[in-house]
C-alpha cells in the first residue's frame, strides 16, 4: 500500500484559506502511505471538514488529511458502518507534530481492527497538556522570574504538578535543591506502623512558616513508600510541620523528606512554583531561554488514550495496534482519586492518606486498556508523563509490546492485570508480550513506582527490556501476601539488563527500603527468572537486594544470572517454598551475600551450583538456624581471605560445622577466576574450577534489546 517516487514533497502557504498545500508541481514524499478506502490522515496542517483524505493537501480543494484524532476516528467509524463493514480494518497516519487533546481519546470493540500510525519517518506526539503562553519578566523579591496568568487555576478548575519546557521536566520549586532532609523526630505515637503520622518535628532551622507554606507539600519516604502530604502549617518555635493527610505507614526519626510549591525556594534555572490562590505561574528561565521562544507545556488530562473494552459482556477491543507514537503530558494525582466524575476503573478515594501501601499501585497509566485483545504498541514513546506509563488491566490478553521507550516517568512504566483475583477467566489478564523495550527514569512524583509490575496475572513475558533508573523495583510479579490464592503463574523473565534500582545514575538515592531488581510474591508454579543482568541495587535502612522473593513466593526457578553491586544481597529470601536458585553469578554484595529471614518446617529453597563472590561483608545473614534449606554444589570465594580461605564463617561457623549439619558437601572455597571482576566482566577464564565442577558458563552478550 505504498508508492515510491524519486522526490521529497514541500509545503507553500495558501494566502486565500490559509491551508498548507504542495505547489502544482511538487511530488509525493517517497515510500508514503497509498489513499484509499479505510485509509485516512490526520495533520497539525489539516481540517476536520475536509472529506478527501490525503496525505498532502492540495491548495484550497478541500482535500487532505484532519486536523484532530477525535474526527479521524469518527470517520474511521462512518466508515466501518457504511461500505467497510464492522469488521473492516482502518488505519489512520498520523502526520508529525503535537496534537492537543480535549479530552482523552477512547476506543471501543467496534474500533477493533484498527492501525493507528505515525507517518513513515515522523514523530507524532499525542498530548494530554496545554501550552503555557503570555509570560511576562517580573522581578519579585529581588528575583528575575517570567510570570503566567492562568485563569482556569485561579478559577479553581485546574492545578497541576508538573511542567515541561522545551522537551524537558521542569523542578517544582523544591527544599532542598538537591539531596533530603531527614526527620528528627515524632510528637505522636502511631496507633500501629501501619498507620501513619499527620505531624512530625524537623531539625534546627530546616523548615520556616513561609508565606506560601501552605500551597506546599512534603513528600515524605518510609520504609517502601512515599506519603505526599498538603502542609497545613508550620511552628517553627516547636519546630513541627504539621499536613492535611496521614503518611500512608509510621514515620520514624530519620526518615528523609523535601518540600516542594514554596514559593521562597524558588531560587535556581529551571525551577517554578504554582500560586493556586492568584493562578500565576512562576519560572525562573534556564541561560539562554527567552519568554517568546519557549514552549511551555502543563498537564491537564489525567489519560491521554483509553481502550474501553468490556470482557465481562464478551466485548473486546481487538487488533488495534500503536505504532510509532508518543504519548505526553498526563497527569494523575491523589486530589483526583475517587472523583465523581473520575472514569471507570478509577482508583478508590484516597483523601486521608498521601499514598499508596505499595508500588503507587493506585496510579493509573496515561494509557490505559480493559478487555484489550491482540493488540500492539510498537516503537512507541510514552514520555513526559505524570503517572504509569502504560497499564493493561482487567481481562488484557496476548498484547505486544515492543521497542518502546518509557521515560520521564511521574510513577512507573508498564503495569500488566490487576491486584484482584477475578474468578471469570474472561476477566483475568495474561499472555502478554513486553520485548525490546527501554523503560527508565521514572519515580518523579511517586518513587515507590517500579518499571514493570505484573499483578494477578499469568503467562506473561518479559524479555530483552532495558529497565534502569528506579527509587524503588525493576520488575515485580505477583500481589498475593503468603501462601494463598494466586494467579501470578509461568511468568517467564528472561534477557533483561536491570540497574540503578534504588540508586539513581547520577548518585541520587537511596530513599527507600524493602526492594529488589526482581520481586516477588505468592504462589507462582512456572515463573522462571532466568538469563538476567541485575546490578547497582541499594536501599536505606534495609533491602536492597537483587533477586527478592517476599512473602510466599513458590514454585520459582532463578537460573543463569548475574548479580552485583548490592547494598543488602545478591539474594534474599523472606519465606516460601520450592523455589530453585541455581547456576547464578552473584557478587559484590554490602552487608550479606545471601539472606534468609524466616524459619519454616518446609524447605524454603535449593541452592545450587552458584558463585558467590565478594569482598565485603558476612557471606549468610539472618536465618539459617532449622536447616529447611538446601545448598550444595556452591562456590564461594572472599577475596579479602585469599591466604586463608578456611576463616570463611557459614552461618556463625565454620565449613566443617556447616557441612556436619548437611550443607555444602560438594561446595568448594575457591576462587572461581573471573576475567575481570572488578570491571564487571564475570567470564570464567578457562582454567576456572567452577566450570570443572559443572557451572555452566553464562553467557549475557544478548541481553536488554535487540537491535
Known sequence: MKTRVSIGWFLVACGLCGCRGGTAGARVAADVPKSGPGVFFVATNGNDSWSDQLAVPEGCAGKGAFATLPRALAAAREFKAGPGGKNASVTIWVRGGTYFLATPLALKPEDSNLKLAAYPKERPVISGGRRILGWKEVPVAGKKLWAAEIPEVREGKWFFRELWVNGARRVRARHPNTGYLSIENLPDKAADRMKGHTRFQFHGSDLKAWPSVTNAEVVAMSRWVESRLPVTSVDEARRIVSFGKRSVFQLQKGDLYYVENVFEALDGPGEWYLDAGTGTLFYAPMPGERPDAIEAIAPVLTQVVRLEGQPEAGQFAEHIEFRGLTFSHAEWNLAKAGDKNAPAGWPAPTSEVGGFN???????????????????????????????????????????????????????????????????????????????????????????????????????????????????????????????????????????????????????????????GIYTLGKQPGTRIINNLWHDMAATKYGGWGIYFDEGSSGILAESNVVYRTTHGGFHQHYGETNIVRNNIFAFARDQQLQRSREEDHVSFSFTRNIVYFDQGVLLGSAWQNDRFILDRNFYWDSRLANNPGEMKFAGGTLEQWRARGHDQNSQIADPRFVAPQKNDFTLKANSPALKAGFQPVDLRGVGPRR
Open 358 to 516: 505499595q508500588a503507587a499501585m493506585g496510579v493509573p497509566g496515561a494509557v490505559w486498556g480493559e478487555g484489550v485483545r491482540a493488540g500492539e504498541f510498537v516503537d512507541c514513546r510514552f514520555v513526559h508523563l505524570g503517572s504509569y506509563g502504560l497499564e493493561l488491566a482487567r481481562g488484557c490478553e496476548s498484547n505486544r509490546i515492543s521497542r518502546c521507550e518509557l521515560a520521564d516517568l511521574g510513577a512507573g512504566g508498564i503495569k500488566i492485570g490487576e491486584t484482584t483475583i477475578r474468578t471469570n477467566a474472561v476477566e483475568q489478564t495474561q499472555g502478554n508480550e513486553i520485548s525490546d523495550c527501554h523503560i527508565h527514569d521514572g519515580g518523579k512524583l511517586y518513587q515507590s513506582a517500579i518499571g514493570v509490575w505484573i499483578g494477578q496475572s499469568p503467562n506473561n513475558w518479559v524479555s530483552h527490556n532495558l529497565i534502569h533508573d528506579f527509587y524503588y523495583t525493576g520488575i515485580s510479579i505477583g500481589w498475593t501476601w503468603g501462601y494463598g490464592p494466586a494467579l501470578a503463574t509461568n511468568n517467564l523473565v528472561e534477557w533483561n539488563h536491570v540497574h540503578h534500582i534504588g540508586v539513581m545514575s547520577d548518585g541520587d538515592g537511596p530513599v527507600l527500603s524493602d526492594m529488589g
